[in-house]
């Protein structure tokens, strides 16, 4: 991607709060009028308790957008730590017979956690309006993903030398200037369309690069901006801070973009299970997609007018499925450990 | 009665953690609610390919930042307590700043400082000598790293014994021809050795536990210890859920570390009349005189201070004041900012946190010092039976990384519900550090009691005093100062505090620590140096404080 187009891609997410707030929802009369019933319940059961992982501040225009489309309702953000202590929240809590969310937004392995031990509602989607390929279990809706793109710091390399390819970056150039998330998610993603075998043979040349590994995509690229690593592999989410702020920071979107769905579920101990069904269901509208793509920086590629949804067009999308989540943990606790030695 | 009641307090905030640590280690999925029982997770955690490794890699790092920070503490002390070198407050002062600093940020600090591509102090070095001097990302930085950060915390320790030794023990040394040397090796540190002793204890198993120094630096070039390895099983494991099962038996390891070090404490400490250095006899400590050495000496602490708080302040400042972390250049001062700080008093959230802190620190170190104090009093000043077990109770926490105390804590305030209604607010993070403090503040506060003898409260109870009454006009006068240092080291840990309380978060219990990582976690490394400068001034503005009534307090004679 040109710097160019890295910059209106920024300045796109930028103004998407803005666009969400005067974008109608594009529901049918029938989904409309069952958000509405399930709204009138909502308010009555006090405030919605939604866990998810971004800082509580971004939310608020998410949340002011949300609680003016349906008044009287009242939406909690309560910020999660990260990794899996969403889980782990919920279980102890479900547990512990306390109050626990009433709505929460994870990726696949926090989701399966609490599926397997039967604590989601399971829903009926499609009464509420949800598309069928937006609901693919009763017991979550996809409402965003990560996506895993080449990231470089543009004072030190220019756009034309930077590696557009993951291959890319076994160049000698960037040995001991590359950074890298210790959590494989994207290498596992990417195994979805690569293959098993050639994304473990492409994991042990990436690690003779010597790269870096972070905790996550967004320290990665704090150390990129002050100029320690020259190029990356990280969620593209993660460069929007650095970049809004005018660090050096581009990215390149490659081809295949391995990915990460979030969902959203509907843990069975909450109070306010109507809240938590009537914030999911509105998330996989557009006007939602676009407020949590204005809030977050990760959209919905199934929405095609968000900048995930522009950004996927085009190219194949790496991921493993749902259906198949007992491989992804395989190839995923495999690929840790290959990252870690 | 007092040991029960001391007893039923102290089983209500250590068992708790302890039930949570012993069963989730025998639970096959980790959670102490779940069913079954496995030997599974011992076979898991020590039977890993990786675990001698890791050990070995751990007991290196370890070591090596006990001995650095014991031994450094000890010379600072020495100096600041026993000799004339000048400016001696200040240094103390500068000394004890390093707690405020939260480590994660010290550790990113250091890496802009010292990293081999372009830190800063490399980049200066460079037309003189080949190659980076300086690597944060080895084992050898982190252990200077950690070492250095910890040196405030052993010098709390050593420097009142220091400052209480009766300069008769010295000079009769003197007397019988013993030099400089000598005398300090043959009697002033035999003297000290239980202060030495819980320094090292504490700091050894500290750096067990401690992750943000070995995660920043480590992690990013592939050096695991123990601490690392339960971040990963928190946060990594592709189950979904943290991995309590495995992590709760590798801190059984700790845990039995802990207790077999306690055991030696207490064989040491047993003869406690080897240590008592405050008697009724008045006495001013020996100083020595530096004569012109005092100058070299002043530099040297300078140096310390430049090292250990200067340059690693100066780096945050820096970085509070830009958009986003760069190297200090030309054109990166164009870029300077108010903005971050600016920002910070103007938001509601950032508002609300300080207020909670401050509570928080403020109550924690409250308990903790009576806590402490009554525990401490118990093991060294009584004959009470069940002591020793009052000592182990007090103790054992140290062991017990913060997030198992955070799970059993959820789990019990969960269970009590409408009774003890506090989860989701401050109150359950006070508890946290109630627990998570009580050892630190037990043990201090016992060094200083082994060194006051005991004619002085047998004189009181011959004057017809009532125990209470002893205690309070007689014991506590003397060890008050300790005790205010236990406060000041609570109250300054709890507002850096960061993994009990992004544990216990809830909807609006949010501290000053959970925003700095929710700023440094979101991508906003500068924002979160700000909130770090701020929270070290507000520590270090405590510090001070503490240092005034200090010397206003302190007594070199017992009435």
Redesign the interface.
């Known amino acids: 991607m040109s710097m160019k187009s890295f910059m209106t891609y920024a300045v796109t997410v930028a103004a998407l709060s803005s666009m969400a707030m005067g974008t109608m929802a594009t529901a049918s009369t029938a989904r409309a009028d069952s958000l509405a019933d399930l709204a009138k319940k909502a308010a009555a059961a006090g405030p919605i308790l939604w866990y998810e992982s971004s800082p509580t501040e971004e939310m608020k225009p998410l949340i002011k957008k949300f609680q003016e489309r349906f008044p009287g309702v009242e939406l909690q953000h309560v910020r999660d730590t990260g990794g899996n202590a969403m889980a782990a929240r919920i279980i102890q809590e479900t547990q512990g017979g306390g109050r626990t969310a009433d709505v929460a937004s994870n990726g696949p392995p926090i989701l399966m956690q609490l599926a397997k031990r039967d604590m989601l509602m399971n829903v009926d989607w499609s009464a509420l309006g949800v598309a069928k390929e937006m609901a693919p279990e009763p017991y979550a809706v996809s409402i965003a993903a990560s996506a895993y793109v080449i990231i470089y710091n543009n004072k030190a390399v220019k756009e034309a030398e930077a590696p557009k390819t993951f291959e890319a970056l076994l160049d000698p150039r960037w040995k001991g200037r590359i950074g890298l998330w210790n959590r494989s998610e994207s290498e596992t993603s990417l195994s979805a369309v690569w293959g098993e075998e050639k994304t473990t043979a492409y994991i042990e040349k990436l690690k003779q690069q010597n790269p870096m590994l972070f905790p996550s995509s967004f320290p990665m690229v704090q150390s990129m901006a002050s100029g320690e690593l020259a190029v990356g592999w990280g969620a593209a989410h993660a460069t929007l801070p650095t970049v809004r702020k005018g660090g050096p920071i581009s990215l390149v979107i490659p081809n295949p973009i391995p990915v990460t769905t979030i969902y959203t579920f509907i843990p069975k101990g909450g109070k306010n299970p109507d809240g938590g069904k009537l914030f999911a269901a509105w998330l996989t509208t557009t006007e939602g997609a676009l407020a949590y793509e204005g809030a977050t920086g990760r959209g919905n590629l199934r929405v095609p007018e968000t900048n995930y949804g522009k950004m996927a067009a085009g190219k194949e999308v790496a991921e493993i499925p749902l259906s198949r989540y007992d491989e992804y943990a395989r190839i995923y606790e495999a690929y840790n450990a290959l990252l870690a030695k | 009665m007092p040991t029960l009641a001391l007893g039923a307090i102290l089983a209500y905030l250590v068992v708790a953690p302890l039930a949570a640590l012993i069963i989730s280690s025998l639970r096959p999925t980790g959670?102490p609610?779940?069913d079954g029982w496995t030997l599974g997770n011992y076979a898991k955690a020590y039977g890993n390919v990786e675990f001698l490794s890791l050990l070995s890699n751990t007991v290196v790092f370890a070591v090596g930042a006990t001995a650095v920070a014991v031994s450094t503490a000890l010379l600072l002390a020495w100096v600041l307590e026993r000799t004339d070198v000048p400016g001696r407050v200040l240094f103390r002062i500068m000394v004890l700043i390093p707690i405020a600093i939260p480590p994660l940020l010290l550790a990113l600090g250091w890496?802009?400082l010292g990293?081999p591509?372009?830190g800063l102090i490399n980049q200066m070095l460079r037309p003189f000598i080949d190659g980076p001097l300086l690597n944060p990302?080895t084992m050898t930085g982190m252990i200077l790293i950690q070492g250095l950060s910890l040196v405030p915390t052993a010098f709390l320790i050593i420097a009142p014994t220091l400052r209480n030794l009766d300069p008769s023990l010295e000079e009769a040394a003197r007397t019988c021809g013993a030099g400089f040397l000598k005398t300090v090796t043959r009697t002033v540190l035999p003297m000290i050795a239980p202060a030495l002793a819980t320094a090292g204890i504490i700091i050894l198993i500290a750096c067990f536990v401690l992750f943000d120094i070995p995660?920043a630096l480590g992690?990013?070039?592939?050096i695991?210890v123990l601490s690392t390895r339960v971040?990963?099983l928190?946060?990594?494991?592709?189950?979904?859920?943290?991995l309590?099962g495995e992590v709760s038996a590798l801190a059984m390891l700790f845990l039995v570390m802990l207790l077999a070090m306690g055991w030696a404490y207490r064989r040491m400490t047993a003869q406690s009349r080897r240590f008592v250095t405050v008697t009724g006899k008045a006495f001013r400590p020996r100083m020595y005189r530096l004569g012109p050495w005092k100058w070299a000496v002043a530099g040297l602490l300078g140096l310390y201070v430049l090292v250990a708080l200067l340059l690693p302040l100066g780096v945050l400042a820096w970085m509070s004041l830009l958009?986003?972390?760069?190297?200090p250049t030309m054109d990166s001062l164009s870029?300077l900012t108010l903005e971050n700080h600016a920002g910070l008093f103007e938001?509601d959230?950032f508002v609300g946190s300080v207020g909670n802190s401050l509570t928080v620190a403020v109550v924690a170190a409250t308990l903790v010092t009576i806590i402490g104090g009554l525990v401490s009093w118990m093991v060294v000043r009584s004959r009470l039976p069940g002591r020793a077990v009052i000592d182990n109770l007090a103790f054992i926490p140290l062991a017990i990384p913060g997030v198992m105390i955070g799970?059993a804590l959820?789990?019990v305030y969960?269970?009590l519900?409408s009774a003890v209604p506090i989860?989701?607010t401050i109150w359950i993070i006070v508890a946290g550090y109630l627990t998570q403090y009580l050892p630190y503040g037990a043990r201090l506060a016992g060094n200083v009691m082994l060194q006051v003898h005991n004619e002085l409260e047998e004189a009181g109870r011959t004057s017809g005093g009532s125990p209470a009454k002893v205690m309070l006009r007689i014991t506590l006068p003397i060890v008050l100062p300790a005790l205010l240092g236990v406060w000041v080291w609570v109250a300054s840990h709890s507002l850096r505090e960061l993994s009990t309380a992004?544990?216990l978060?809830?909807?609006d219990n949010s501290v000053v620590t959970t925003l700095l990582?929710?700023?440094?976690?979101?991508?906003?490394?500068t924002r979160s140096a700000a909130i770090g400068i701020w929270l070290i001034v507000g520590t270090s503005s405590l510090l001070l404080l503490w240092q005034l009534v200090s010397r206003l307090t302190t007594r070199t004679a017992t009435n």
């Open positions: 959670f609610l779940d890496a802009l990293n591509r372009n990302y995660g992690m990013p070039s592939r695991y971040f990963y928190m946060n990594n494991s592709p189950t979904g859920a943290p309590y958009p986003y972390p760069t190297a870029l938001s959230a799970v959820i789990y969960l269970a519900g989860y989701g992004l544990m978060q809830g909807y990582w929710d700023a440094w976690a979101g991508g906003d490394v």
